[in-house]
C-alpha cells in the first residue's frame, strides 16, 4: 500500500481526533464539588415549583409511588419518579455516577449506603437534619449508615423489616395453636416440622431463599442477633458467622431439609420468588418481609410475631432503603423540600402507615393504624427493639448479597453440602469484608 | 447476532439442483420409509413451536398470584397497559428506536459494502476487520465509556443515541452481509452502468440496489430484532422511565415486589415482545432466506 | 411485499410470486439458475481505466462510500475501547472514576479473582457442549429438510421462527418455562413418569448448565441450519449423481463429497458460535444469575459483576474484558487457519 500525502493527512486527523476524544473523556471524573443545602433555605428547604427528579428500584416502587404522589398533590415542586429493576439498580446509579447524571434524589438499599456515602454520591445533610423537630426519634441504624467521618448524608426513605409470619389455616388443621407463633428456635423447628407431617400435597413446613444471600442476611441474621450475638465486628471487617448461635440457625435449616419440611423450590431461589408459595398458602412458617403483609394477607389468614434467637428474644433487620440529595443536584434546596417532608407526621402517618409501612420515627411507632392490627403493632415495636440492626459494612454487597457471594457458599455449605467448611467458609467473608 | 468473517471467496456456484439429495433414485421412496423421518420432523416442530404457544396461552390461563387469577381472560394484559407510563409509550419507544436502527444500518451498511466489494482503497482491509472486531469485545464493558461519550456529545439518555449504539453493534453482520451481496453481483453489471454514462452513485442507486435487494431484507429485519429486544443498552444508557423500550418496562415489571416474580405480566410481556417479530419475521421470511442465499455464503 | 415490476438486469434475482406453502429456498433457487452470464469475474473491486473516472478518483470515492462506516467504528467503538484500555491500566472505581495508574494490579487482580478459574473453565466447557449440539443439530436439520416439499417448508418455517426472538426475550420465556410454580415442564415430566417430585431445572449445576443450553439451542439452531442449507444449495446434484453412478452409498457419498464441500459453511457456524458463547451473558444473567454455587458463571458475567454488582471496579472489570478480547483474537486467528487450509 502505497502512501499518499491525503492519507497521511486523514490518518493525521483519525489519530488527533481520538486522542481528542479520549482527553475529552477523561475530563469529566467526579470532579466537581458536591452542592450544599443553603442554611438560609429554612428546615423546610424551598418550595418554588421545581422539578426534581428520583430514582428507586423496583422492590420498592409501591410506596415510592404513594410517597411521590401524595407530595406533588401538596407542593409546587414536582418529583418525577425513575423506576430500575432491583438487580440492575447499582449499574445503573454507577454509570450516572461516573459521569454526573445522578437524579435530584435517589434511594439507595441500607447496606450499599455505606460505600456509596464513602464514594461521595450523596451531599452532606448533617445541618439540616439537626434542624429538623423530629430530628431525635429518627431510626437510628439507618442513620448511622449513612453516617461517614461524622457527617451524615442520608435518611430513612422506606423501612423494610423482617418478621415470622406463620399461615394460621394450616397451623389448625395441623393442631397447633394458630395464635401462637414461635418463640424460640426449636419451637419454629418443631411448627415447621407438625405443618409437614399433615402431609398434603404441595404443602410444605417452610420455605427460605436457599440461593439468594440477600435473603439469608433479611431472616437470619436477627436469630443470631436475638441470641445476643453478632454477625460482624463494629468496624464490618470481619466475619463472625461460624459462632455458636450461628451455627444453631444452620443446624435448624439443615434438620427441616433432611426431614424434607422445606419448598423445593427453596434450594434454587435466587430471591425473586422466595415468598411465593408462602403467599398462595402453601408454606406454614417463615420468615418474611413486614412490607408485605397486606398483600399476603388477601391470600392467607397470617399470624405475625417477631423473629425469636435460640432461647427467646426478638430482632429484625432494620432493612430498607435510605434516601439522599446526590451529589449532581442542581436544586439542593428543592431536595431538601422533600426530604424534611417526608419525615413529617403527615408523610410517615397519613402516607406510610396508612399502607402498613413501618414509619421511620420511633415515636410514631403507636399511631392510628397500628392500634386497629395488632399484627402493624408488633411490627412497629420491633422496629426499635434492643437487638434489632442494620449492619455496617462497606462491602457488604461483596460479601453478602451478590450472586455467589461467600455468605452463599457458605449457607449453602451447611444447609446442602459439607459442613465441615464453616471456618474457611466464614474467612472467605472476612477475607471479601476487608478488601 | 453476530457476524460471519470473510475469507477467500468461494468458487461460484455452478448450476444446482433444487432438491440435491444424495442416493436417492428418482423414482420416489415408498410412503412408508418416510414415516420415521415424518415422526422425527413433527416431534421438531412441537418442540420448537411449544415455548411460544406455552407463553401466548399462559398469558392469557388462570395462574395464582397473577392478575389473572381465576378464569381466562386479559388480566395480564391490563397489568401490562396500565404499568407506569402505559404500554403504549413504551411500544412507541421501541418503534422509534427500532425504526432509527433499520434506517441507520440499511444507511450505512448499504455504503460500506459497495465501497468494501467494489472499490479498493488505502485501509479498506483494516476498516473491515476494525468492523468485524466489534464482535469480539464484550459489549457490557463497551456501555460505560459509550455512556460517557454519550454524554460529551449531547446525546446521553435520548431514543437517538440509544439507537446509534445499537446502529454500531449491528455493523459487523450487515457490512458483511452487504459486501457478500454486492460480490455475487457480476462486476459487468455495474461496469456497463459505467460506460453508460452513470456516476458510481448513479449505478449503485439505479442498478445495484434493485440487485442486493434481499440482502437488505435480511439486514434491516436482524437490526430491527436486535433493536426491538435489546435489554443491557437501554438500561445503561437511558435513565428516563418515560423513554424506556419496552423489554426494560418488562423486565421491571418482572419484581413489582421484593420476593415475587408476576409471571402471568412476564408471560404477558414476552408476547407482547415477540409477537411483532414473529410476524414481521413471517412476513419476511422468503426474502429474508433469499438474502442469505443471493451471496451465497463463503466461509 | 410486492416484486419490482421494473425489468432486472440479468443475474439479479426476481421475486415471485408468493404461492402459499412456497419455500422460499427453492423458490429462490429455481429462479436463479442458470448463472450462465457469471462467465466474467464476480465480485471484486472494479478495473479501473473501465467506465469512467480515474484509479485515484475511485479510490476517493471508495473512501467516501466507506465514510458513514468509518464514522461509526471510530467514534462508537474505538474512542470507547480506547477508554477501556485506558481503564484497564487504571485504578478506576464505578463511583470515584479515576485515581492514578495502576499497572499491573489490574490484570494480577483479575486473574486472581476466586470466579477466574471455575468462570474460564465454566465457559470453555459451555462453549464446547453448545457448538458440538448446535452444528450437530443444525446439520441434521439441514439434512432433514433440504428436499422442497411443502412439510419441509413448515419444518423449517417452525426452526426458524425461535430465531424472531431476542435473547433476552427468549431467556425471560425460559424463565417461566422453568419455573417450579408456573413452569409447564415439571408436572408434564411427572405425568410421564420420567420424574418423581418436582423436578428442578436450575438448581443443580449440571441441570442449569443443559436448560441453558436448551435455551440457546432452541433460539439459534434455525439459524444455523439456514447457513447450513445455503451451503448445502451450494453443492452441484451432478457430484452426486457421479457418485451415484460410481456405486458411492448414502453414508459414502455424505462423507466424501457432503462433508467436504460442506466445510466453509461449517466452518463459518463454527467461528459464530465460538465466539458467541464465549461472549455468552445475557442467557445466563436472566435465568441463572450464575448460581447455584457460582457454577455457571460466565468470563463475560465475571466483568460485568466485577463492574457493577459489589467490586465496583472498572479498571479490573476492563482489563478482564481485555484478556477476553485477546483470547478471542487467538482463538478466531487459529479457526481462519485451519479454515484457510481447508478452503478449497
Known amino acids: 500500500m502505497t502512501t499518499t500525502p491525503r492519507t497521511r493527512r486523514a490518518r493525521r486527523l483519525v489519530a488527533l481526533l481520538a486522542t481528542g476524544a479520549l482527553a475529552g473523556l477523561t475530563a469529566c471524573g467526579s470532579g466537581g464539588t458536591a452542592p450544599t443545602v443553603s442554611s438560609d433555605a429554612g428546615p423546610e428547604g424551598v418550595d418554588d415549583g421545581t422539578t426534581l427528579t428520583l430514582w428507586t428500584r423496583a422492590p420498592l416502587e409501591a410506596q415510592a409511588q404513594l410517597l411521590v404522589d401524595a407530595y406533588n398533590e401538596s407542593h409546587e415542586n414536582q418529583v418525577e419518579l425513575t423506576i430500575t429493576p432491583n438487580d440492575d439498580y447499582v449499574t445503573r446509579v454507577g454509570a450516572a455516577a461516573g459521569s454526573g447524571d445522578l437524579p435530584d434524589l435517589f434511594a439507595a438499599d441500607i447496606v450499599y449506603v455505606p460505600n456509596w456515602t464513602e464514594a461521595g454520591l450523596f451531599a452532606d445533610i448533617t445541618d439540616k437534619i439537626a434542624e429538623l423537630p423530629e430530628a431525635g426519634s429518627i431510626n437510628q441504624g439507618h442513620l448511622d449508615a449513612g453516617t461517614y467521618e461524622d457527617q451524615q448524608y442520608v435518611l430513612p426513605f422506606v423501612l423494610d423489616l423482617s418478621v415470622m409470619f406463620w399461615n394460621k389455616d394450616l397451623y389448625r388443621q395441623a393442631g397447633l395453636d394458630p395464635e401462637q407463633g414461635p418463640t424460640t428456635l426449636a419451637e419454629y423447628e418443631e411448627q415447621a416440622l407438625a405443618v409437614q407431617a399433615l402431609d398434603q400435597e404441595g404443602v410444605y413446613g417452610t420455605a427460605f431463599g436457599g440461593n439468594c444471600g440477600g435473603c439469608g442476611v433479611f431472616t437470619w441474621f436477627p436469630m443470631v442477633w436475638a441470641s445476643g450475638e453478632q454477625v460482624m465486628d463494629e468496624a464490618g471487617t470481619e466475619s463472625l458467622l461460624d459462632g455458636d448461635a450461628a451455627t444453631e440457625v444452620y443446624d435448624t435449616f439443615r434438620t427441616l431439609q433432611e426431614a424434607g419440611a422445606v419448598t423445593p423450590a427453596s434450594r434454587d431461589e435466587t430471591g425473586a420468588t422466595w415468598v411465593a408459595d408462602f403467599q398462595e398458602g402453601r408454606v406454614g412458617v417463615m420468615p418474611y418481609p413486614a412490607t408485605l403483609l397486606q398483600g399476603t394477607s388477601e391470600t392467607v389468614d397470617v399470624g405475625v410475631t417477631p423473629i425469636p434467637g435460640v432461647d427467646g428474644g426478638a430482632s429484625t433487620f432494620v432493612g430498607g432503603d435510605g434516601i439522599g440529595i446526590s451529589k449532581d443536584s442542581e436544586a439542593p434546596d428543592a431536595a431538601w423540600n422533600f426530604l424534611s417532608w417526608l419525615m413529617s407526621d403527615e408523610a410517615q402517618v397519613e402516607v406510610l402507615a396508612a399502607n402498613d409501612v413501618t414509619p421511620a420515627r420511633t415515636d410514631l411507632a403507636d399511631n392510628e393504624f397500628a392500634q386497629e392490627d395488632p399484627r402493624v403493632q408488633v411490627i412497629n415495636e420491633v422496629a426499635g427493639a434492643a437487638d434489632s440492626r442494620t449492619p455496617f459494612a462497606p462491602n457488604f454487597q461483596q460479601a453478602f448479597n451478590a450472586p455467589g457471594s461467600p455468605w452463599v457458599t457458605l449457607f449453602r455449605n451447611q444447609v446442602y453440602g459439607d459442613a465441615g467448611t464453616l471456618e474457611q467458609d466464614n474467612e472467605a467473608i472476612t477475607e471479601a469484608l476487608s478488601q | ?299 | 411485499m410486492t416484486p419490482p415490476s421494473t425489468p432486472l438486469p440479468p443475474g439479479a434475482t426476481t421475486a415471485a410470486p408468493a404461492g402459499a406453502g412456497d419455500d422460499p429456498v427453492t423458490a429462490s433457487l429455481a429462479r436463479r439458475s442458470p448463472l450462465a452470464p457469471r462467465a466474467g469475474r464476480r465480485g471484486g473491486p472494479v478495473r479501473p481505466g473501465r467506465g469512467r473516472g480515474s484509479s485515484s478518483s475511485r479510490r476517493r470515492q471508495g473512501w467516501l462510500y466507506a465514510a458513514p462506516t468509518a464514522l461509526f467504528v471510530l467514534v462508537l467503538f474505538l474512542v470507547p475501547l480506547g477508554l477501556v484500555l485506558r481503564m484497564s491500566v487504571s485504578d478506576w472505581s464505578l463511583f470515584a472514576g479515576s485515581r492514578g495508574i495502576n499497572v499491573p494490579d489490574n490484570f494480577t487482580a483479575a486473574v486472581g479473582d476466586r470466579l477466574f478459574g471455575p468462570a474460564v473453565q465454566f465457559t470453555v466447557t459451555y462453549t464446547v457442549v453448545t457448538t458440538v449440539i448446535l452444528i450437530a443439530l443444525a446439520l441434521g436439520l439441514a439434512l432433514l429438510v433440504q428436499e422442497a416439499t411443502r412439510w419441509n417448508s413448515v419444518v423449517r418455517t417452525a426452526v426458524l421462527v425461535p430465531s424472531a426472538l431476542g435473547l433476552a426475550s427468549a431467556s425471560l420465556l425460559f424463565y417461566a418455562l422453568y419455573s417450579p410454580q408456573s413452569g409447564p415442564l415439571g408436572p408434564l415430566l411427572q405425568r410421564v413418569g420420567l420424574a418423581d417430585g418436582p423436578v428442578s431445572f436450575l438448581g443443580t449445576p449440571t441441570a442449569a448448565l443443559w436448560s441453558t443450553v436448551a435455551l440457546v439451542v432452541w433460539r439459534f439452531a434455525g439459524f444455523y441450519m439456514l447457513l447450513l442449507l445455503v451451503g448445502l444449495q451450494g453443492i452441484s446434484g451432478d457430484v452426486y449423481e457421479a457418485a451415484s453412478i460410481d456405486g458411492a452409498g448414502r453414508f459414502r457419498s455424505f462423507w466424501h463429497i457432503t462433508l467436504p464441500l460442506l466445510t466453509p459453511s461449517l466452518a463459518l457456524c463454527t467461528i459464530l458460535c465460538v465466539t458467541g458463547s464465549l461472549l455468552a451473558f445475557d442467557q445466563f444473567y436472566i435465568l441463572t444469575k450464575g448460581g447455584p454455587d457460582n457454577t455457571t458463571v460466565t468470563v463475560v458475567q465475571l466483568v460485568y459483576s466485577t463492574a457493577f454488582a459489589g467490586a465496583n471496579d472498572l479498571g479490573r472489570a476492563a482489563a478482564l474484558s481485555i484478556l477476553v478480547l485477546g483470547a478471542l483474537v487467538v482463538v478466531n486467528a487459529l479457526q481462519f487457519k485451519a479454515l484457510r487450509r481447508k478452503d478449497v
Not at chain 2, 16 to 23: G, I, L, Q, Y
Not at chain 2, 169 to 184: D, G, H, K, V
Not at chain 2, 251 to 274: C, E, H, K, P, S
Request: a positive charge; proline letters at 8%.
Open chain 2, 1 to 299: 447476532m453476530s457476524a460471519p468473517a470473510p475469507a477467500r471467496p468461494a468458487p461460484p456456484p455452478s448450476s444446482r439442483r433444487p432438491d440435491a439429495v444424495p442416493s436417492r433414485g428418482r423414482g420416489g421412496p415408498s410412503p412408508w420409509s418416510r414415516t420415521p423421518t415424518y415422526v422425527l420432523t413433527g416431534g421438531l416442530v412441537i418442540i420448537f413451536l411449544f415455548p411460544l404457544i406455552w407463553a401466548g396461552v399462559a398469558s392469557v390461563s388462570p395462574q395464582a398470584g397473577t392478575a389473572q387469577s381465576e378464569g381466562w381472560g386479559l388480566g395480564n394484559y391490563e397489568t401490562l397497559v396500565g404499568y407506569q407510563a402505559g404500554v403504549g409509550r413504551y411500544l412507541l419507544n421501541s418503534t422509534v428506536v427500532s425504526g432509527l436502527v433499520v434506517v441507520l444500518t440499511l444507511g450505512v451498511s448499504l455504503l460500506g459494502g459497495y465501497a468494501f466489494a467494489r472499490f479498493s482503497f488505502p485501509g479498506k482491509d483494516l476498516l473491515f476487520l476494525l468492523v468485524l472486531a466489534i464482535l469480539m469485545v464484550p459489549y457490557a464493558t463497551l456501555l460505560i465509556p459509550l455512556y460517557v461519550l454519550l454524554a460529551q456529545l449531547g446525546l446521553q439518555n435520548s431514543l437517538v443515541g440509544l439507537a446509534l449504539v445499537l446502529t454500531m453493534f449491528q455493523l459487523p453482520f450487515a457490512t458483511f452481509m452487504m459486501r457478500i451481496s454486492f460480490e455475487a453481483i457480476p462486476a459487468e453489471l455495474e461496469e456497463s452502468a459505467l460506460v453508460d454514462g452513470c456516476s458510481t452513485f448513479g449505478a449503485l442507486r439505479r442498478v445495484l440496489v434493485p440487485a442486493v435487494k434481499p440482502g437488505l431484507v435480511t439486514v434491516g429485519l436482524f437490526a430491527f430484532l436486535a433493536a426491538w429486544n435489546d435489554f443491557i443498552t437501554p438500561l445503561v444508557l437511558i435513565t428516563d422511565s418515560n423513554l424506556m423500550p419496552l423489554p426494560l418496562a418488562v423486565a421491571n415489571m418482572r419484581q413489582q415486589v421484593m420476593g415475587i416474580v408476576d409471571y402471568g405480566a412476564t408471560q404477558a410481556g414476552v408476547t407482547v415482545l415477540a409477537l411483532p417479530c414473529v410476524l414481521l419475521f413471517l412476513a419476511l421470511q422468503r426474502h429474508y432466506v433469499r438474502g442469505f442465499m443471493s451471496g451465497a455464503l463463503k466461509g
